[in-house]
């Protein structure tokens, strides 16, 4: 049989080596990091793909579409500022409530706007396949694992 103060050096260095492999494990693994210019790219590549947009038509579309996701951003931007509301506070509620309509209205207006824009530029079938492309990157990114198929009985 082992001896108590054997038994006790035995339980802190196994105590000590948990302590460090758990921290080392947190250390390891780093938390991702958005990258505007990455997501950018994927959606850009989704939508040509989902659309069928030859490398013509999307040198043509594309800065076009960059100028409405920009004053989309600006949108956004305001969006997030409005989450900071002191909620005990009505007045400050109601005001807050008043802008992220308002701004919804112009999301909507910059929207309309570019989607004249962009079928000027394509034909309104390859316009209408970037809209629900757009929406099913949105929807896949968001979604669960992913994208991931789900397992089936």
Not at 74 to 83: H, I, Q, S, V
Not at 99 to 122: P, V
Request: positive net charge.
């Amino acid at each position: 049989m082992l001896k108590k103060q054997e038994r006790m050096r035995i339980s802190k260095f196994l105590i000590i080596a948990l302590m460090t492999f758990v921290v080392s494990l947190a250390q390891a693994q780093k938390p991702k990091h958005f990258d505007p210019e990455r997501f950018q790219r994927k959606l850009e590549q989704f939508i040509a793909t989902q659309a069928c947009l030859s490398p013509a038509e999307s040198a043509e579309f594309f800065p076009v579409y960059r100028e409405m996701r920009n004053k989309q951003w600006a949108y956004f931007a305001n969006e997030r500022r409005l989450r900071h509301i002191d909620t005990s506070d009505d007045k400050a509620c109601a005001e807050a409530i008043r802008k992220r309509d308002a701004g919804d209205l112009e999301l909507k207006r910059i929207q309309q706007t570019y989607h004249e824009k962009f079928m000027t530029i394509l034909p309104a079938s390859k316009v209408y396949l970037i809209i629900k492309a757009e929406d099913n990157f949105h929807r896949r990114l968001f979604k669960p694992n992913n994208g991931a198929k789900k397992k089936t009985k």
